[in-house]
């Protein structure tokens, strides 16, 4: 018998709505007994390549995201705040995360979990390597190296593939839900998440 | 002891997001003992002033929001679909809405439902007077001087307040849904509407 496969999580770590769907997502894959691959990835590229922009701006539109943002956190009783520099740029912590992977992908993906909390539950600045450092230093890992490598060659073409990756699967936006091909995004998903993995599609 | 003010939905006759939402959100409306307020406007003037493009393009987003939209429908159980001519410029109908409703806001609310219809369950076009002309009679209305009459300047004039008065509300996409203030965005605002309405806010 083979074991499912794992559902994929793509999301930038600087995504409130990545933040918001992390916990949920990772309760509803243990409940279905399936790995969940957190992939994170630059949603900076994506808007790039559409010509889209960040939604959470001062538009009509922007103030009415920054408003229901709040009031989906409130809903799911999670302390939620956008933080003074959002928004951000992840690259940092998505280097990091990706060096972390290469030698744990067990321990990348406590990190990456509280690297979403460090930002929207802390309100703290992971682009700073002081803020970055003790986390890295709580999960046991080398917060020194990996911090001095983060700029290695090699390490920017390891997390430039991944960006890649995602791009080539079709990834348009933060969080980004893949089960058996299908994909869900946003974090006003779950419950076509949860309904998909109990009726096996709809 | 005073009744509680409607609820605004604030939609396009061309978003299949409205579709989508208009019969639950009728029938939850119902349930909360409150009135549903139609108030047709149009997006593309939303969007000409935000500098924002229609959704369903076929850009990796926009493919991904078509394939959504038929499983959001699938997940509902109502037969939908997205017709050829679309996107399209519903101002006619809009037109047309706003007359019937000086005269009938009753009849209108029906003949906004089934012009919904007409689009995305029967894939008609309601740009042609041809396919408008026999709705308005099946409501009782006089087709005839209805359509004729809809470029006439006052009622030009009248959509337009209307459409101002939707901006002016900040209404900043549809289907766009107002309770007692509170502003809920998209067919995918349902279980939150519903919520709100049951506990009064959260």
Redo the contacts between chains.
Sequence with gaps: MSLPSAIKFYFDFSSPYAYLLARDLTHTCQRAGRELDWHPFLLGVVFQQ?G?KPPLDS???G??LQ??VQ??A??KGLKFQLPKHFPFNSVLALRVYWQVHAISPRRARHLAAALLDATFLDGLDIREPSVLGPLLERFGLDAEALLAHAGAPEVKALAKTKVDEALSA????SPWVVIDGE?F??N??L??IQ?WLETGG?
């Design positions: 559409s889209r538009s009509p539109r103030l009415y408003h229901e009031r989906t409130r809903r079709g990834v348009a936006g994909p995004w946003g006003d998903r419950d076509d309904h709809f």
